[in-house]
C-alpha cells in the first residue's frame, strides 16, 4: 500500500521521522538525499489499500519525464560549452569548428540534442493532452534511451574542451558528474525496460498507440519504415523476451526519434539521424556520420544565437 507521510502532524509535533545521514553522493551535491527511518510514524493511505504499485506508477511516470527533460537541459548545456569553446579555440591554423573531424563530431552531437528534445517535447504534449496510452510505454521508452545517452554524451563534449573540461573550475565537471544520475532515477535501465514489457502485456492499448504515433511517418524513408515493421513483430514477440528487453526498447527509442524528427525537422537533420542511428552506417561513437552529411547547416541550426 501507499502512504503519504508528513513531517509535521496536526498537533504541531514532529512525525517520528527519523533521519540516518545524509548520503556523500557522486554528484547532485545541491540536492540532499538522506536515509531514513520510519519509527511508528503516521500516515495517510494513498490510492486503494494493496494497490501501492499501482499508485505509484501514476506518480512516476510523470517524475520520469522530470527525468527526460533534466537530461535534455544537460545535454543542451554540454553541447553549449563544446560549441562555444570549438568557436574560439584555435589550432593549426584555424577554429577548432571549422576543423572537418570537430564538425563531425559537433553535428553528431547536435543531432543526437535534437532527438533527446523533440522526444522530450512529444512526450510533455502527450500529457497535456491526456495521451495516457502512448504516454504509458513512450515515457519509459523515451526515459531508458534519453538517459542512458547522457554519460556518452558528457564524456564527448568535455573531451571538445580538451584539459580545459577536465577541471573543476569548467562546468563540465558537475554536468560530468551529474550526467548518470537521472538513468538511476525512477527506474534503472533494468528496471524500465522491464516495465516497458509490463506495459505490452497489461496495457495492449499502449503498444497500439506507440506503434500508431510511428506510422504517422510511414513512407518518409525506407530504413525507418523498415524499423517501424520490425517493432511490430518485435513489441509482441513473447520468445526470450526478457533477454531482448534492452534491445527491443532501444529500437523502439530511436525508431520514435527517428519518426518525430522526419515530422518535424529539416530533411537534413532527420536524414543523418536516420543514417547514424540504425541504418547501414551507424556507428557506436560520435563523430562518424559519413560524407555527404550537411555539417554546415546541422552546426548553424544547433548553435547559440548571438
Given at each position: 500500500?501507499?502512504?503519504?507521510?508528513?513531517r509535521w502532524l496536526?498537533?504541531?509535533?514532529?512525525?517520528?521521522?527519523?533521519?540516518?545521514?545524509?548520503?556523500?553522493?557522486?554528484?547532485?551535491?545541491?540536492?540532499?538525499?538522506?536515509?531514513?527511518?520510519?519509527?511508528?510514524?503516521?500516515?495517510?493511505?494513498?490510492?486503494?489499500?494493496?494497490?501501492?504499485?499501482?499508485?505509484?506508477?501514476?506518480?512516476?511516470?510523470?517524475?520520469?519525464?522530470?527525468?527526460?527533460?533534466?537530461?535534455?537541459?544537460?545535454?543542451?548545456?554540454?553541447?553549449?560549452?563544446?560549441?562555444?569553446?570549438?568557436?574560439?579555440?584555435?589550432?593549426?591554423?584555424?577554429?577548432?569548428?571549422?576543423?572537418?573531424?570537430?564538425?563531425?563530431?559537433?553535428?553528431?552531437?547536435?543531432?543526437?540534442?535534437?532527438?533527446?528534445?523533440?522526444?522530450?517535447?512529444?512526450?510533455?504534449?502527450?500529457?497535456?493532452?491526456?495521451?495516457?496510452?502512448?504516454?504509458?510505454?513512450?515515457?519509459?521508452?523515451?526515459?531508458y534511451w534519453v538517459?542512458?545517452?547522457?554519460?556518452?554524451?558528457?564524456?564527448?563534449?568535455?573531451?571538445?574542451?580538451?584539459?580545459?573540461?577536465?577541471?573543476?573550475?569548467?562546468?563540465?565537471?558537475?554536468?560530468?558528474?551529474?550526467?548518470?544520475?537521472?538513468?538511476?532515477?525512477?527506474?534503472?535501465?533494468?528496471?524500465?525496460?522491464?516495465?516497458?514489457?509490463?506495459?505490452?502485456?497489461?496495457?495492449?492499448?499502449?503498444?497500439?498507440?506507440?506503434?500508431?504515433?510511428?506510422?504517422?511517418?510511414?513512407?518518409?524513408?525506407?530504413?525507418?519504415?523498415?524499423?517501424?515493421?520490425?517493432?511490430?513483430?518485435?513489441?509482441?514477440?513473447?520468445?526470450?523476451?526478457?533477454?531482448?528487453?534492452?534491445?527491443?526498447?532501444?529500437?523502439?527509442?530511436?525508431?520514435?526519434?527517428?519518426?518525430?524528427?522526419?515530422?518535424?525537422?529539416?530533411?537534413?537533420?532527420?536524414?543523418?539521424?536516420?543514417?547514424?542511428?540504425?541504418?547501414?552506417?551507424?556507428?557506436?561513437?560520435?563523430?562518424?556520420?559519413?560524407?555527404?552529411?550537411?555539417?554546415?547547416?546541422?552546426?548553424?541550426?544547433?548553435?547559440?544565437?548571438?
Open positions: 500500500s501507499c502512504f503519504a507521510v508528513p496536526p498537533d504541531g509535533t514532529r512525525n517520528s521521522i527519523e533521519i540516518q545521514r545524509l548520503k556523500d553522493k557522486l554528484g547532485n551535491k545541491s540536492n540532499a538525499s538522506s536515509e531514513i527511518e520510519l519509527n511508528g510514524a503516521l500516515g495517510r493511505l494513498v490510492g486503494e489499500e494493496g494497490r501501492g504499485v499501482q499508485t505509484i506508477l501514476t506518480m512516476v511516470n510523470h517524475t520520469r519525464l522530470d527525468c527526460i527533460i533534466g537530461v535534455v537541459g544537460q545535454l543542451r548545456a554540454g553541447y553549449s560549452q563544446a560549441i562555444h569553446h570549438t568557436r574560439h579555440r584555435a589550432a593549426f591554423g584555424k577554429t577548432l569548428v571549422d576543423q572537418p573531424l570537430m564538425r563531425n563530431v559537433l553535428s553528431d552531437l547536435a543531432l543526437e540534442s535534437e532527438a533527446a528534445t523533440t522526444l522530450m517535447m512529444r512526450l510533455a504534449g502527450a500529457y497535456d493532452r491526456g495521451e495516457s496510452e502512448f504516454a504509458r510505454i513512450a515515457t519509459a521508452i523515451g526515459k538517459c542512458k545517452r547522457a554519460p556518452v554524451f558528457a564524456a564527448e563534449t568535455l573531451e571538445c574542451l580538451g584539459g580545459a573540461g577536465y577541471v573543476e573550475e569548467a562546468p563540465m565537471a558537475r554536468l560530468f558528474r551529474e550526467s548518470p544520475l537521472n538513468g538511476v532515477w525512477e527506474g534503472s535501465g533494468n528496471v524500465i525496460c522491464l516495465d516497458v514489457l509490463r506495459a505490452v502485456t497489461r496495457d495492449p492499448e499502449s503498444v497500439e498507440a506507440f506503434l500508431a504515433e510511428l506510422e504517422l511517418s510511414k513512407g518518409a524513408d525506407v530504413h525507418l519504415d523498415r524499423l517501424i515493421s520490425d517493432l511490430h513483430v518485435e513489441l509482441t514477440d513473447q520468445s526470450d523476451v526478457e533477454l531482448r528487453a534492452r534491445r527491443i526498447v532501444e529500437r523502439a527509442a530511436v525508431a520514435l526519434c527517428g519518426s518525430l524528427l522526419v515530422r518535424h525537422a529539416p530533411d537534413y537533420v532527420s536524414d543523418a539521424y536516420i543514417s547514424s542511428r540504425f541504418a547501414g552506417d551507424s556507428s557506436r561513437t560520435f563523430g562518424t556520420l559519413v560524407p555527404g552529411t550537411d555539417f554546415d547547416a546541422i552546426i548553424h541550426r544547433s548553435w547559440p544565437q548571438d
